[in-house]
RNA sequence: GGCGGCAUGGCCAAGUGGUAAGGCAGAGGAUUGCAAAUCCUUUACCCCCAGUUCGAAUCUGGGUGCCGCCUCCA
């Protein structure tokens, strides 16, 4: 059984084979640093970091690029509205970025050029394009002549001559002008008035928008690389534009496979700053929202289809994590046993590791996979919340190798998914805050066990119209009581 | 208008020729003073029409609906 992807270029499903056996060398398109990243870029990293982990669990060294562009209208626009730089723009939001994938437990590529770092490899590769015929100067900028190039719109299954027609009735710009075919684009744009510029054969300016992707790929990786990877939303024009950059340049193929992730919509509508539907990652991880919730969420969709985002869909998945979480927290806190070698492993876990690595082939079938997880997950769940309520039972049946077994092989399947058991934020008599401030809302744990000794005093004297009172109580406060076999009650702060 | 994609139970979502994974919600049962939590059990013939086939959710043709891209966008 080996990987099979999705390659956007040839729209079909296709065995993955490296250039180079064992090795597989990865370009992925990052993110504007204007602003912070929303639930479609989450769903996107972590789609792709899914993959990342995959290829690594499968035995293949991977190298991972991934890129900040941080020369762009909106950053100029974003610095010019806060009266700050540019550079002040990006480096906030690059950090914010970097923070918010940690908290995703999304693996850090392994480089992360910008674009203000790469100008000295995009100008070779626009006076490359130049001498080659490629490219053309006009007014101090500089654009890609797509006609010039055999195969521009192989990747979004464009044609020009069709195109040409229609892009006539457009508004003619200025820099519509400028160019020979509707569909040129910008290799180097003309300084402007108050905007940061880098010197050129061409003239003070900076790089347009595609040329950095084509010049980092190849600075980085080299003119052919394994897998190319981006959001639907970049196949036209940035990806069909890097791919005629690249390969009018090197004469190579610049990726043999393409992928690209489909988007998360709200409300059937594509998630987007312009719309104003979007929820940012921070936002949704500082509600409450955890992590491993969010990362099930979008992985129960299949990477190349539109997700839906919704609060209830969110709590649906958030309800299924809770039940993988105490199977993972039980797997977790047993001996930690050496890697289960697939040979080694009963047969139907064995089975059960091969299901989840054909799903995975299948152009990372994260649903199905998911399946297997929950599927290994059941037996443990349900263990692990019998020894929560004290079943001694349950206990002396967690310790049996076979349950172990699985546990260690739910733990490295789920980790293939990037996914880890997270610890409760708090749980019963776990919160050092607890006596914070004697008049906020949250009652101390001296005062809860008071009222739970109240309780119990009432319940014995069948007074529970009290014992009632005294839970919904506590409840408007926060604190949800469990009542345990024994006469027991715990509680936890909700 | 051009290119591409999708349509499966109340919701989300796998499944690409042999009688429908999984999650959530719901229902029944256990437990409980009653709840909550937890445990057990349980719920579909796949948008419409026509066709191919012994047999189709799964292939072909047509229809309907929805979405993305064609300007910056993960």
């Known amino acids: 059984m080996t990987l099979r ?5 040839s729209r079909r499903i ?6 180079v056996p064992g090795q597989v060398s990865i370009y992925c398109c990052g993110v504007t640093v204007y602003d912070l990243c929303h639930l479609g870029h989450a769903r996107s990293y972590i789609a792709w970091d ?3 982990r995959y290829l690594l669990w499968s035995g293949y060294a991977v190298t991972f690029v991934q890129n900040y562009t941080d020369i ?12 700050s730089s540019m550079q002040i723009v990006s480096e906030r939001n690059i ?3 970097v923070a918010d994938m940690a908290r995703l437990n999304i693996l850090p ?8 770092q790469s100008l000295d490899a995009i100008r070779a590769l626009i006076t490359e394009l130049e001498a080659k015929g490629a490219a053309y100067s006009a007014d101090g900028d500089v654009y890609f002549a797509v006609m010039k190039h055999a195969g521009y719109g192989k990747l979004s299954g464009r044609d020009l001559a069709e195109q040409q027609d229609n892009a006539a009735g457009r508004v003619a710009t200025a820099e519509e002008a400028r160019k020979q075919h509707p569909f040129d684009f910008a290799l180097w744009k003309g300084t402007k008035a108050g905007e940061p510029s880098w010197e050129s054969p061409w003239g003070p300016g900076r790089p347009g928008w595609h040329i950095e992707c084509s010049a980092m790929v190849r600075e980085e990786l080299g003119d052919t690389i394994d897998i190319h990877l981006g959001g639907a939303d970049l196949i036209f024009p940035h990806h069909e534009n890097e791919i005629a950059q690249s390969e009018a340049a090197t004469g190579h193929e610049l990726a043999r496979y393409w992928l690209h992730n489909g988007m998360v919509n709200v409300g059937g509508q594509k998630m987007s700053k312009s719309l104003g539907n979007f929820t940012t990652i921070r936002a949704l991880l500082d509600s409450g929202i955890s992590p491993m919730n969010l990362r099930l969420f979008t992985l129960q969709a299949h990477y190349r289809k539109p997700l839906d985002f919704s609060a209830p869909a969110l709590e649906a998945a958030a309800t299924g994590w809770k039940g993988l979480n105490a199977a993972l927290g039980l797997a977790a806190s047993a001996e930690a046993a050496p890697a289960s070698d697939a040979a080694d492993l009963p047969s139907d876990l064995a089975e059960a590791r091969q299901r989840f690595a054909a799903a995975m082939d299948d152009d990372l079938n994260t649903s199905a996979a998911l399946a297997v997880l929950f599927e290994l997950a059941k037996p ?15 206990a002396a049946a967690a310790t049996s190798p076979g349950l172990a077994a699985q546990g260690q092989l739910l733990l490295e399947l789920a980790g293939v998914l990037g996914l880890q058991h997270e610890r409760a934020a708090e749980g019963p008599a776990a919160g050092p805050g607890s006596g914070s401030g004697s008049g906020s809302a949250s009652p101390s744990d001296a005062e809860i066990d008071a009222q739970i000794t109240a309780r119990q005093a009432a319940k014995a004297a069948r007074n529970f119209t009290e014992a009632d009172r005294i839970r919904d109580g506590l409840k408007t406060q926060g604190i949800e009581l469990i009542d345990r076999p024994g006469g027991v009650t715990e509680w936890i702060r909700s």
């Open 72 to 83: 762009d209208d909106k950053i100029l626009n974003r610095a010019a509205e806060e009266g």
């Open 5 to 9: 992807l999705t390659n956007t270029l």
């Open 380 to 394: 443990l769940r349900a263990l692990a919340n019998r020894i929560e309520r004290g079943d001694g039972a349950a």
């Open 109 to 116: 590529p392994d480089r992360m050029p910008r674009a203000t």
């Open 14 to 19: 296709e065995p993955f084979e490296p250039l």
């Open 50 to 52: 899914v993959l990342r």
């Open 95 to 97: 950090e914010a970025f």
